[in-house]
């Protein structure tokens, strides 16, 4: 069974531009979690959405947006990118059956780096 | 809020050795407490899960302990390996899907 996958796994961008990063979860799965993880850090939490609805968000400025198409894949949209945006951006997926919460299985991330 | 805290960052040691590797939460209504492994530039690869009714989990060499009560959780790797080097990280997760990481601890196993 595939795993939860990420594209791009590397990008280069320069300050100001926009990125959107892909995330197609486990098959079945339905809720898909955005995750930041800066170099030396632990992940931050991003987003999470659930049947196409944001269910949380993180700490981050209105620049992060996301959505969830109803195939359950996600994309995560960064606008202005600063340079401090530069990290590896993690998605998540879980089943979410009935409600109940499950455990989380990452993808490999994509690199993003900003010039 | 939760903060997740793991001490040290960094640990290096012989192979062979047993290791207990700490993680350490401040609000202990948690719903799950999960240990993962990060290689160099890759994801997150779950080893152990434990639900909060749980008091332990065991997988191969690998065995998690959570007591709820004092904010605390143990990785316990018997007999590393040159390839048990890697980083970490411990993640504590409330009433949503939402985890909260420590920053994880740096483990290097020497041959």
């Known amino acids: 069974d595939a795993g939860v996958t990420q594209s791009p796994t590397h990008l280069i961008k320069t300050r100001g531009q926009h990125v959107t990063l892909r995330c197609s979860p486990i098959s079945g799965h339905k809720s898909v979690s955005w995750y930041q993880q800066v170099l030396g850090q632990g992940p931050q939490f991003i987003f999470q959405?659930?049947?196409?609805?944001?269910?949380g968000r993180g700490n981050f400025p209105d620049r992060f947006s996301a959505r969830q198409f109803p195939n359950y894949s996600s994309e995560l949209n960064v606008n202005a990118l600063l340079l401090g945006d530069s990290a590896l951006y993690l998605c998540a997926s879980s089943p979410r059956d009935r409600g109940l919460i499950q455990p989380q299985h990452f993808g490999d991330g994509t690199r993003l780096s900003i010039l | 809020k939760q903060e997740v805290t793991q001490i040290p960052a960094a640990l290096s040691v012989p192979e062979g050795e047993n290791l207990v590797l700490n993680c350490s939460f401040t609000d202990s209504a948690i719903y799950n407490l999960q240990w993962f492994r990060q290689d160099p530039g890759k994801g997150l690869t779950s080893l152990l899960l434990i639900q909060s009714s749980q008091r332990e989990q065991t997988s191969g060499r690998l065995n998690a302990s959570l007591d709820k009560s004092s904010g605390r959780s143990t990785l316990y790797i018997a007999a590393s390996q040159p390839g048990d080097s890697a980083t970490y990280l411990c993640a504590a997760q409330g009433g949503s899907e939402k985890l909260v990481f420590g920053k994880g601890m740096k483990l290097t196993v020497n041959p």
């Open positions: 959405y659930y049947e196409k609805e944001e269910r």
